[in-house]
């Protein structure tokens, strides 16, 4: 009795936590392995993509996936806004979860930004976001690395 250092807890938490990735994100994860979502991107040439996107994964992630062309510069690390989507439709904007503080400030530096904007590696594939339609800005700003496109994973 008594002997727990403080700041110690019970649920046995390891000091080191494994990072895989720069990625960033303002909110958790959902998890449902092996189920999809439906999605549609309207690329910068008005063409549309409708892809599955498994549960748990970011629209960036889904649209390198899936071949369609979000630049993602700083590949999720909110350092960048070259990621920049408009939801098509504001019932599935409000379903999203509250864009942080980081978000909103690389938000500011996109190009074309409207009232339903939010950055691809931020937005969550989750049930209730089951046949989301998101538009690619005819152009971005990339104020990371210019010219720098991450490849595909
Ligand atoms: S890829 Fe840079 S903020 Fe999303």
Known sequence: MGSAL?????????A???VHTTAKLCSDVPSAPGETISV????????EHNVPAPIGKNLLEVAHDNEVDLEGA????LAC?????????????????????????MLDLAFGLSETSRLGCQ????????????????????FYVDGHKPKPH
């Open 123 to 142: 937005v969550i594939a989750a049930r209730e976001l089951d046949g989301i339609r998101v538009r690619i800005p005819a152009a971005s700003r990339n």
């Open 6 to 14: 403080p700041g110690s807890s019970a649920s046995g938490h390891s």
């Open 81 to 105: 806004s070259t990621c920049h989507v408009i939801v098509e439709n504001e019932e599935y904007y409000k379903k999203l979860p509250e864009p942080c503080e980081d978000e909103l400030d």
């Open 16 to 18: 080191g936590r494994a």
């Open 40 to 47: 549609t991107f309207v690329d910068k040439d008005g063409l």
């Open 74 to 77: 700083c590949e999720g690390s």
